[in-house]
């Protein structure tokens, strides 16, 4: 069972409660609510080691694409010597020698910046689920223990 599916559970056993009367609190089976909360206990870790697969792999794509850039960094210098030190016409070559390295040094910033928005956005959208089951949680803790009440 997800997150999900165990709150649903949870707001299942308070609605199937016997009302108490003259009041809007519900008897629930105590065995039953705490069976569920140890049940999301269980799930959250799952959550925790999802965003930190998220940062590993973030960090991954990041080490990734740096690599990528520092090799098309030194094939494009490559490139150059040998365009220079082989062809006659030695400023054309160092003109476009030069226009390969700007534009490599461009597509690499580019990689950088699209791995660290897409990165950041995967983050920002497991933090806001986070929060949003964890303040669903408190929610629920909270009609929990009124119902004690």
Known sequence: MDINELLGRLEEI???????????????????????????????????????WIKEER???????????????????EHIKRMVEESEVTRRAYI???????NAKKNA?????????????LL??????LHEYIELIKKNREEVKNLRS
């Open 14 to 52: 308070i609605n199937e409660g016997r009302a108490v009367p003259f009041s809007d609190k519900v008897w629930v089976d105590r065995e039953k609510v705490l069976e569920v909360i140890d049940s999301i206990r269980s799930i959250l870790p799952e959550e925790i080691k999802q965003a930190n």
């Open 59 to 77: 960090n991954r794509i990041l080490i990734e694409a740096q690599k990528e850039a520092d090799l098309m960094l030194k094939e494009t210098e």
């Open 109 to 121: 910033r580019e990689i950088r910046i699209g791995t660290k928005e897409y990165a950041d956005n």
């Open 96 to 102: 476009q020698g030069e226009e390969i390295i700007e």
């Open 124 to 129: 920002a959208e497991l933090e806001k689920k």
